[in-house]
């Protein structure tokens, strides 16, 4: 079987058509195209049509992965980062194929029912339990938590709006981090300290304590992308310092998240700041933070922990979700 997918975020749009025939999808043909190039969704995907051309015959169904919150009827989205509002069934029309949208980190979540193993780093290898429960969470522009149980067409995405749960300090500079939160954004929650968005806030706060590097990356723009650049850069920068403790916090958060959830399947971590800042990760205090469970530290222990390199993971996870569900 053949499906349309794709993963439509507020800077870049990936579009594919995958086959599904083996199970994992198999993709024939990418695009990657600017969000901004377009005023709607509508003419993305007329683009992608005139780009892959023959490409399309046979495409059963398509699934769209969004940046936006869906309606109550998962049939229209309104996106976060760009002025676009679509309906899914406008859309079907226009293609001539079922179109469904799904939540962009929902999609994320079904794609590690297709991750190939080349694509994982085992953090700790754990005591993985078969058909357990499996957590994705996603460091990015924002923080992202879905649970994935079964597999094939038994595959279901149990999403949450875990990061927005508040954010649990475990140390005293962390405590103080939370006040910090607290004064200039009201509530201190994971996504506010543990994403893009949480670097830049850490980096922020360390800078209140001390000196200020030159030039400042907050002036930059895209300042999370420059604190992460000189932190893998500079051993002595107040960058890296903001990068180490930032994997603490999402160390402890990934934790408790695994704990909540009990996921036995394995705890998979994805997002563009956690790809980005691997060797970082790879150095810090996250293993250690998420096992520190006082009690519950050998049920910790024995949860997978798994880093997943794969940059286009929501794409296959729009894939895998574009199936009918009666085929």
Known sequence: MKVLAGDLG??????????????RP??????????????????????????????LRGVAAACLAVAGPLSADGRRVRFTNLPWESDADELSRQLGMPVRFAN?????????????????????????VANGLRLAIGAGTGLG??????????????????????????????????VWLRREHERATAERAISGMGLINLYRFLATRETPEDPDPLVAADPAAVIGA?????????ARKAAMEFFACYGAFAGDMA????????????????????????????????NAKAEHADLAEQ????????????????????RPPDS
């Open 10 to 23: 507020g800077t870049k749009a990936l579009l594919g058509i995958a086959d599904l025939a083996e199970g």
């Open 26 to 55: 198999k993709f024939l043909l990418t695009r990657r195209l600017a969000s901004a190039d377009f005023s709607g969704v509508a003419g993305l995907l007329e683009q992608f049509r005139a780009e892959a051309g023959d490409a």
């Open 104 to 128: 962009d980190f929902a999609a994320v979540a079904a794609g590690v029912s297709a991750v190939a193993p080349e694509q994982l780093i085992t953090l700790q290898a754990g005591a993985p």
């Open 145 to 178: 938590v879905a649970a994935v149980v079964g597999e094939g067409r038994n595959l279901r995405i149990l999403s949450s709006e875990g990061g927005h749960v508040g954010f649990a300090p475990a140390n005293e500079l962390q405590d103080a981090f939370a």
């Open 230 to 238: 000189r932190a893998l850069s500079d051993a002595g920068s107040l």
């Open 259 to 290: 704990l909540a959830f009990m996921a036995r399947g394995g705890v998979y971590l994805a997002g563009g700041v956690t790809q980005k800042l691997q060797p970082l990760l790879l150095q810090s205090a996250f293993l250690t933070a998420f």
């Open 303 to 322: 949860m997978p922990v798994l880093l997943v390199t794969d940059p286009e993971i929501g794409l296959a996870g729009a894939a895998v979700l574009a």
